[in-house]
């Protein structure tokens, strides 16, 4: 899937956004306390260009939970001892104990993005990076992770737009930094490198989902309902597993007489 193919045009109106989004955050709420009490550990991966409303789509997500429950990761260049590791270990420190959602605000596909378009590492490193994140990632879900990663995906017209909007805002100056400026001149090799990423470790276990995020509105909403369907049937699945397995139990005790 190439990302310069979708279009950006999807969008809810203020009045449509205010509708759904209550019902949504109280059903997170309740699947917040299954995950909890059925022991399913959650990972919530955000990526996307910047300015393209990560934070926002995050505390969506979060109004409702516990706090007790869930932990946001912001990711921001290795340091200190990071340097010293492989670039996976910061990222195995976070993973969430089961009953338990982690959210990163960027993630360890730095490596295969900012990592590979800046020069920070060899290009024989992040090219053999995809088979390591997409092993990394199995591992996870064999434990019975739920994982699921969001690229919050702007266009270029609309993320100056955005940038325009943070430089002349006192409160949000600070979300604008002089990189912000620098990665967009690099907007052609950071495409490049998105596409590569989605494509290559877009997995049936790990599938990435394209949020199109020129509306705000309409982003917060498919992040939120992808997360809520995507904890609904892993739920449903452990439900059937032990049911299955209860089952089988029965019919062993009732074989031995």
């Known amino acids: 899937m190439m990302l310069e193919s979708i279009s950006l045009a999807k969008a809810l109106t203020r009045a449509k956004y205010d509708e759904e989004l209550p019902g949504l955050q109280v059903r997170m709420h309740e699947l917040h306390w299954l995950c909890f009490e059925k022991r399913l550990p959650v990972i919530l991966c955000f990526e996307g260009w910047d300015a393209a409303g990560k934070g926002g789509a995050i505390k969506r997500i979060t109004q409702t939970l516990d706090p007790r429950g869930y932990t946001v990761i912001p990711i921001a260049a ?20 089961a009953g338990h959602i982690t959210i990163f605000d960027r993630t360890w596909y730095g490596r295969v993005m900012v990592e590979r378009v800046e020069g ?3 290009e024989e490193d992040w090219k053999r990076a995809f ?20 690229w919050l995906h702007i266009s270029k017209e609309e993320q100056l737009k955005r940038f325009k909007e943070r430089a002349k805002d006192v409160f949000r100056t600070y979300k604008l930094t002089d990189e912000d400026w620098r ?3 690099k907007w052609d090799a950071y495409s490049k490198a998105i596409n590569e990423m989605v494509e290559r470790t877009s997995t049936s276990y790990s599938p990435w989902t394209v949020v199109e995020a020129n509306d705000k509105y309409f982003a917060r909403i498919k992040t939120l309902r992808t997360v809520v369907e995507a ?3 892993a739920l449903d699945e452990r439900n059937v597993s032990k049911e299955l397995r209860d089952k089988d139990k029965r019919l062993a005790k009732l074989a031995r007489g």
């Open 78 to 97: 290795p340091q200190g001892e990071e340097k010293r590791q492989h670039y996976l270990w910061r990222f195995w420190k976070h993973v969430p104990k």
């Open 120 to 122: 920070f590492c060899r």
């Open 131 to 150: 088979r390591e994140i997409n092993e990394f990632e199995r591992s996870i879900t064999n434990f019975g992770t739920v994982i699921c990663k969001f």
């Open 183 to 185: 990665n967009r001149d």
């Open 231 to 233: 904890v609904e049937k």
